[in-house]
């Protein structure tokens, strides 16, 4: 998984070339920071279109179960 302080410049770019070297890439974009939301926005969308998920942190570390 990804995070990082610049969606649509260090973490696309990141997320890119991991994928380009095999890894199977989940951005977590509300661990993210852009200073402009459209950027981010279009970063994302292009994100998905290469095939990269971006998923929400609970999907991608689910908590341990409650109980025994």
């Known amino acids: 998984a990804l995070a990082g302080g610049a969606t649509e410049m260090c ?9 380009q070297l095999g890894y199977d890439v989940v951005v977590l974009p509300a661990a993210c920071a852009s200073v402009d939301p459209d950027a981010e926005a279009t970063a994302l969308a292009y994100l998905r ?3 990269i998920r971006t998923a929400e942190a609970r999907e991608v570390f689910p908590s341990e179960p409650e109980g025994d």
Not at 11 to 19: G, K, L, N, R, T
């Open 11 to 19: 973490v696309a770019q990141s997320a890119i070339a991991a994928q």
């Open 49 to 51: 279109v290469l095939g």
